[in-house]
């Protein structure tokens, strides 16, 4: 069965990042589907020369390099990723072999302003690139006012949002079966 691993770059309980990840994963169609725990020591290259990479990191490289594909959510802080999401990119960055490069991953973005995390998102492909992942280039999915797309049972209820999110999926679904 297709693994699927999430990333959201928000680490609250109510996230709508990580609300959209598991309605990307439920759009993609039949996978086991896990969302990785971000909750990482701050990177420290100090640390990392007397200590080596932390255990954590050592396994989120593992659900990473395992998975058929990788969904990341981020919302807009200050006009761009969370602290969150860069940080465990900089950690990611330091295993070898290298779990992205090559790997299918599809993005997007909740955010409460208008905008939908729109600089966040084009920040985050910046962040992507190093990794050369097989990075699904659209269609972008920002979705704005966060807060009010979901209903209580944390789906979206927007028929452009969830129309947008499928085309999304299936062209990650493409890729990941390339």
Known sequence: MTYILGLSGSLRAQSSNSALLREAARAYGPIAYHEADLRLPLYDGDHETTQGIPPVVIALAAEIAGASAVLISTPEYNKGPSG??????DWIS???PQPLAGKPVAVMSAAAGRAGGERAQMILRGFLVPFQPRLVIGPELHLANCTEE????QRLTNPLYRDTLATLMTRLRDEAQR
């Open 84 to 89: 969150v999401l860069k940080n465990a990119l």
């Open 94 to 96: 330091r295993v070898k």
């Open 150 to 153: 979901f209903d209580s049972a």
